[in-house]
């Protein structure tokens, strides 16, 4: 088969694809990944074929425009745990903003090319990153299968589907649907006609755990989340066992490509994990690495090192709530402090892992140093942290992996060629 993964120009995102593009690849299949220019030498890192469609989108510097000024990112929260929210005025308000604000910046500069590329190529299954919307158009008018795959907490299908119900019960005149007209236009373009298949993929690729998975109606095709961390090395110091408990605190790289710092404390945090007889790895960027005042003794400040080569000898992990972060830790079985932004999926998937019992939260507009010592020697004492995250782990490997995926997914196209 000819499989392209198409992507917008979002790093964390795309690097979850790339074991599944591997095993596809090393399945004999001819793959090829799609993404704005801006991606390109990520994609050719992986060892991947890439292939740049059309300009890159101005979503992170809007962002920054929007820190610099303490302007929020985006007003309307997509997490949905708060049901009494979403009401049908702030479900519309809502879609006006994400597609304004969002999709619409992320989408309309590639859509063209991608739809040129799917039709010259001839894929037979296009892959989708779960916000890549003109990805399934592109599918649609070449005639391709196409999965959306998610790399969190899927709360776009949650929230759709609440949306649909508040649609569905007001008068015809007023059922408005934001979504459906800018994505139904882009289909339009492209000889396409709009079906909620465009939103929720004709089966959805999903590495979140059964037991930290919402409850949504879609076709799932559950798949084994695998670290992939780029090209990296192991530095020495990490060959050797520690002597004592290592707690690793890792914030990622989003929040300062994104908004040019961190959403909690960093100094803070340090200050109040000195006194723990506990080894403090922090993983920072040179520049931000630049901004602390002193490192405490007990600390070892680096810029990188990979992750699924520390985590294993943590004894616990603090860190943003990154879908990557989080699952990488999960795989090694290791207990987890979660602080997480606000807004999007990282208080949804903070709140599962906490309620499985793998780990705690605190929201990052709470955080302080008492309270992050605290739960840090928390995880360090109480052992149900570490039965539970042991749980969590051994459920995640049991996961089909990604061959065995790669092989339901030649099935599932099979049969969408036969049925068309």
Not at 14 to 19: D, E, K, W
Not at 318 to 332: D, I, K, L, Q, W
Request: with cysteine.
């Amino acid at each position: 088969m000819r499989i392209l993964f198409a992507t917008h120009e979002e790093k964390t995102h795309f690097l979850g694809m790339v074991p599944l593009a591997w095993a596809a690849h090393n399945a004999g299949h001819e793959v090829l990944v799609a993404s704005q220019p801006a991606l390109t030498d990520v994609i050719v890192s992986t060892g991947l074929t890439a292939v740049p469609v059309g300009g890159d989108h101005t979503l992170q510097h809007l962002l920054r425009l929007a820190a610099a000024s303490d302007a929020r990112e985006l007003d309307h929260d997509l997490s949905g745990d708060r049901p009494d929210k979403l009401t049908w005025e702030y479900l519309t308000a809502g879609y006006e903003e994400w597609v304004r604000w969002w999709w619409r910046i992320v989408n309309d500069p590639m859509a063209d090319d991608l739809v040129d590329l799917c039709r010259a190529w001839r894929p037979d299954l296009v892959i989708w990153e779960s916000l890549t919307y003109a990805a399934p158009v592109a599918a649609r008018a070449a005639g391709a299968a196409h999965a959306r795959f998610v790399w969190s907490s899927d709360l776009c299908a949650r929230l759709r589907a609440h949306y649909l119900r508040l649609r569905d019960a007001r008068p015809p005149g007023e059922r408005v649907d934001r979504l459906a007209e800018w994505l139904g236009g882009l289909a339009r373009a492209a000889g396409v006609e709009f079906s909620e298949e465009l939103v929720s993929g004709q089966f959805t690729i999903d590495q979140v755990p059964g037991s930290l998975r919402l409850d949504v109606d879609v076709d799932h095709v559950p798949l084994r989340y695998v670290p992939y961390n780029g090209r990296s090395v192991v530095p020495r110091w990490l060959r050797t066992p520690p002597d004592r408990p290592r707690v690793c605190l890792t914030l990622g790289t989003s929040s300062v490509e994104r908004l040019g710092g961190y959403a909690v404390p960093v100094q803070d945090l340090l200050d109040a994990l000195a006194g723990l007889d506990a080894e403090i790895v922090v993983t920072l960027p040179r520049e931000q690495q630049a901004e602390l005042r002193h490192v405490p003794a007990n600390a070892r400040v680096v810029d990188f090192v990979p992750l699924n080569v520390l985590a294993p000898t943590c004894s616990a992990v603090v860190n943003h709530a990154g879908p990557g972060t989080v699952f990488t830790t999960a795989v090694h079985g290791v207990p987890q402090l979660l602080l997480p932004y606000h807004i999007f999926d990282a208080p949804v998937l903070s709140s599962r892992l906490a309620e499985h019992g793998a780990g705690l939260m605190i929201g990052s507009h709470e955080v302080t140093g008492p309270a992050v010592r605290d739960a840090v020697e928390r995880l360090l004492r109480e052992r149900s942290f570490r039965l539970r995250a042991e749980a969590l782990r051994r459920e995640i490997r049991a996961q089909p992996s990604p061959d065995e995926v790669t092989r339901r997914l030649e099935d599932l196209t099979d049969a969408r060629r036969a049925a068309s």
